[in-house]
Every structure is written in structure tokens, then in C-alpha cells.
């Protein structure tokens, strides 16, 4: 795509970009069931996701200007390839479709991808993060990479948490999206008690747990399916909450830190479990003795 090529999407006005900016506002998201993905890395995952279970591609179109069409060929012949409209626009039109204030020039428009719930169970999953009234959607996004990267099943948002598909949870989670399940609006009861249904361990991490992750980890009891639940940024997690879950854990703070944050939290007790799960020496039952 040459850099001369006369931009497919150049008004405001257009029925296109106006639909595009809409989505901005989660009540149109949900009414559209649709979102939208920023930057390189979310659109170039968007096009090797592939087909949803009804059959279409879960990207709708991808817009792009002529600058970031050259500088991203490989994205370009890759939707080309699957059948996929791209279109070129100007500048302006891409700053007032995304959300970034520099935006990276390319965005693809997507289908809602997100997992039910029952199906998540299916799969007999042995890790899942479980975000309980998260309502930053940077956050949000981050513990969803993080998950990602440490190998998890899926990632379950109960219904008081942030919209997975916020465009700042969209773009924190850099891509992370397209790449596990991810359940949404589930109930933190109904979560709890069919993921224990299902064999999986429930593990609260919160500060003022009477078990800490060391203890956890020198028990050899974290190589059992789990679900960790991390809570809200400001106020952890609530005395109902922490009553649901089989333990309390708490991740050890051995400097002179008042605590870390969710993210942060999400990533030191994610791949703690992890590592016990792919330990050669296995793991014991929960509440087995050395």
C-alpha cells in the first residue's frame, strides 16, 4: 500500500467513524457487542485469533493510515489474507476514533470475544485469576497479561468489575485478550462455588491473610487446580468475599513496604502457582502433612 493512496475514511462524518467513536461509551459496546483494539500488538492478535464459535472472524474490519500500513505490511497481508476489509484513513480520523492521545495509527474493530462462564469450567482449568469488584481497567488489563504470561486457564470478572473490553483495559492488556478465555459478569458466589464444584482450589489474596504465600508454597499445596481472587485496588477484598474462599493468603512483605498493588500482587501469587504446577515433584492434597 503505497503512501499516496487517497485515504478510504476522511470525514468525521462518516457513518463508519461515527459508529467507530461510539464505542467509547460501554452501553454502546454492549449494545453493538462490539470494541475496539489500538496499536500493532492488540490488532496484529485480533487477526490470528481467528474464527469465534459462530463462525465469524472476530475482527469486523481494521482501519489504518497509509504511514502505519507500511510500517505494518506484515499485519496488512495477514488480514488481507483472511478475508478482512482494511481500510486506510487520515490522521485525524484514527486520533478521534481511538483513545490514546497519541495514537499508534492502527485500530481494528472486533467482535465481543468473551468466554461463558460454564465453558471455562469445561476445561477443567488448574489456574484462574478471578478479578472481584476491580474497577480501574488499567488494572484490570495488566493482571489479564499477567495471567497470560504465567500460563493461566482463564480469567473470570465478576459482575462488579470493570468492563473487559474499556479501552484502557483493552490496551493494557497489550494484546492478552485475544489469547485466553475470558468470563465476565459471573456472580463472586456462583464463581466460587462451581469453580469448587469443579476440583479447583479457591485462594482469597488479600494482606490481612492469616497464611502467607511462603507457608503455601512450603506446603507443596499450590500445584493443585487453583483460583486465586484479587479484589479491589483501594479496599481489598471484603469480609464475604474472603469467607468464600477455601484460604486467605496473603503474599509476604519482607522489606519495609506497606503492600503492593493488584498487579503486582496478581503476578507474585500467579506465577507462584505456576511454578508449583510445573514442578517435577508434583503436589500434595490440600491439607496433607509433610
Given at each position: 500500500?503505497?503512501?499516496?493512496d487517497?485515504?478510504?475514511?476522511?470525514?468525521?462524518?462518516?457513518?463508519?467513524v461515527?459508529?467507530?467513536?461510539?464505542?467509547?461509551?460501554?452501553?454502546?459496546?454492549g449494545?453493538?457487542?462490539?470494541?475496539?483494539a489500538e496499536?500493532p500488538q492488540?490488532v496484529r492478535?485480533a487477526?490470528a485469533?481467528?474464527l469465534?464459535?459462530?463462525g465469524?472472524?472476530?475482527?469486523?474490519?481494521?482501519?489504518?493510515?497509509a504511514?502505519?500500513?507500511?510500517r505494518?505490511?506484515?499485519?496488512?497481508a495477514?488480514a488481507?489474507a483472511a478475508g478482512?476489509?482494511?481500510?486506510?484513513?487520515?490522521?485525524?480520523v484514527?486520533?478521534d476514533?481511538?483513545?490514546?492521545v497519541?495514537p499508534?495509527?492502527?485500530?481494528?474493530?472486533?467482535?465481543?470475544?468473551?468466554?461463558?462462564?460454564?465453558e471455562?469450567?469445561?476445561?477443567?482449568?488448574?489456574?484462574?485469576a478471578?478479578?472481584a469488584n476491580?474497577?480501574?481497567?488499567?488494572n484490570?488489563?495488566?493482571?489479564?497479561?499477567?495471567?497470560?504470561?504465567a500460563?493461566?486457564?482463564?480469567v473470570?470478572?465478576?459482575?462488579?468489575?470493570?468492563d473487559?473490553?474499556n479501552?484502557?483495559?483493552?490496551?493494557?492488556?497489550?494484546?492478552?485478550?485475544f489469547h485466553l478465555?475470558?468470563?465476565?459478569?459471573v456472580?463472586?458466589?456462583?464463581?466460587?462455588?462451581?469453580?469448587t464444584?469443579?476440583?479447583?482450589?479457591?485462594l482469597?489474596?488479600?494482606?490481612a491473610?492469616e497464611?502467607?504465600?511462603?507457608?503455601?508454597l512450603?506446603?507443596?499445596?499450590?500445584g493443585?487446580?487453583?483460583?486465586?481472587?484479587?479484589?479491589?485496588?483501594?479496599?481489598?477484598?471484603?469480609?464475604?468475599?474472603?469467607?468464600?474462599?477455601?484460604?486467605?493468603?496473603?503474599?509476604?512483605?519482607h522489606?519495609?513496604a506497606?503492600?503492593?498493588?493488584?498487579?503486582?500482587a496478581?503476578?507474585?501469587?500467579?506465577?507462584?502457582?505456576?511454578?508449583?504446577?510445573?514442578?517435577?515433584?508434583g503436589?500434595?492434597e490440600?491439607g496433607?502433612?509433610?
Amino acid at each position: 500500500m503505497a503512501s499516496t493512496d487517497i485515504p478510504q475514511l476522511s470525514s468525521l462524518r462518516s457513518p463508519r467513524v461515527i459508529a467507530a467513536r461510539k464505542l467509547a461509551r460501554r452501553a454502546q459496546r454492549g449494545k453493538d457487542r462490539r470494541f475496539l483494539a489500538e496499536g500493532p500488538q492488540a490488532v496484529r492478535e485480533a487477526v490470528a485469533f481467528g474464527l469465534l464459535p459462530g463462525g465469524e472472524h472476530a475482527v469486523v474490519e481494521i482501519y489504518l493510515t497509509a504511514e502505519a500500513a507500511e510500517r505494518h505490511a506484515e499485519i496488512v497481508a495477514d488480514a488481507r489474507a483472511a478475508g478482512l476489509p482494511v481500510l486506510t484513513a487520515t490522521d485525524e480520523v484514527i486520533a478521534d476514533i481511538c483513545d490514546t492521545v497519541t495514537p499508534q495509527g492502527i485500530v481494528a474493530l472486533c467482535r465481543f470475544l468473551d468466554t461463558p462462564f460454564a465453558e471455562v469450567l469445561r476445561a477443567r482449568p488448574k489456574l484462574v485469576a478471578v478479578l472481584a469488584n476491580v474497577r480501574d481497567p488499567g488494572n484490570a488489563g495488566t493482571v489479564l497479561r499477567t495471567a497470560d504470561a504465567a500460563g493461566a486457564d482463564a480469567v473470570v470478572l465478576t459482575d462488579a468489575s470493570v468492563d473487559l473490553y474499556n479501552p484502557k483495559a483493552v490496551r493494557a492488556s497489550v494484546g492478552s485478550l485475544f489469547h485466553l478465555p475470558v468470563a465476565v459478569g459471573v456472580p463472586i458466589e456462583q464463581a466460587v462455588a462451581e469453580l469448587t464444584a469443579a476440583g479447583v482450589r479457591v485462594l482469597a489474596a488479600d494482606g490481612a491473610g492469616e497464611r502467607d504465600l511462603d507457608h503455601e508454597l512450603d506446603q507443596g499445596t499450590l500445584g493443585a487446580p487453583t483460583a486465586w481472587i484479587f479484589g479491589n485496588e483501594a479496599w481489598g477484598l471484603p469480609e464475604q468475599t474472603r469467607a468464600l474462599a477455601d484460604e486467605v493468603v496473603r503474599v509476604p512483605i519482607h522489606g519495609h513496604a506497606e503492600s503492593l498493588n493488584l498487579a503486582t500482587a496478581a503476578a507474585v501469587c500467579l506465577y507462584a502457582s505456576a511454578r508449583a504446577q510445573r514442578s517435577p515433584a508434583g503436589c500434595r492434597e490440600p491439607g496433607t502433612e509433610r
